[in-house]
């Protein structure tokens, strides 16, 4: 009985209209990009993208990568950055870090540098007025001001 991965097949999928490099193709120079696109072959240079990016197996990347989500099969020399989801799978060879704001990484993937999880503006907001609340003490709170305080001045 042959079992097929759907998880594995819509995670490699891109969108039509997306950009394509394919493994016979040598990339020398960034690459800056406002759709989604898949990488199989050479590029010595950051990788850019306002989409979702997946670097295939036979893929051979030196420079950042930055991306919506990201999906890497093959190698990344230089650092990662998916601002929503990365997955790095089992044959992924990265040496540099990941940054991402939620990331899978299968067993066997090689990962030569820190892996750090992305904080979002919104959460890092309620974060710190969370912390400026605790740090409030609570004999400082005064009690509503009485009519006559709030007649004067002074």
Do not use: C
């Amino acid at each position: 009985m042959l079992v097929i991965d759907i998880r594995h097949i819509f995670r490699n999928l891109i969108v039509p209209g997306a950009f394509r490099i394919p493994k016979t193709v040598s990339v020398n120079g960034n690459i800056d990009a406002s759709v989604s696109g898949r990488i199989d072959g050479d590029v010595k240079g950051a990788v850019k993208t306002t989409g979702k990016l997946v670097v295939g197996e036979t893929a051979n990347i030196r420079g950042d990568v930055h991306a919506i989500d990201l999906v890497v099969h093959g190698k990344v020399y230089g650092d990662v950055y998916a601002s929503k989801t990365a997955h790095i799978s089992n044959k992924a060879q990265v040496k540099g870090d990941v940054n991402a704001l939620m990331l899978k990484i299968e067993e066997g993937a090689v990962i030569g540098g820190a892996i750090q999880k992305n904080i979002t503006d919104m959460e890092a907001h309620l974060r710190k007025q969370k912390e400026m609340e605790a740090e409030v003490p609570t004999e400082e709170l005064k009690e509503a001001p009485t009519e006559e305080q709030q007649d004067s001045w002074f």
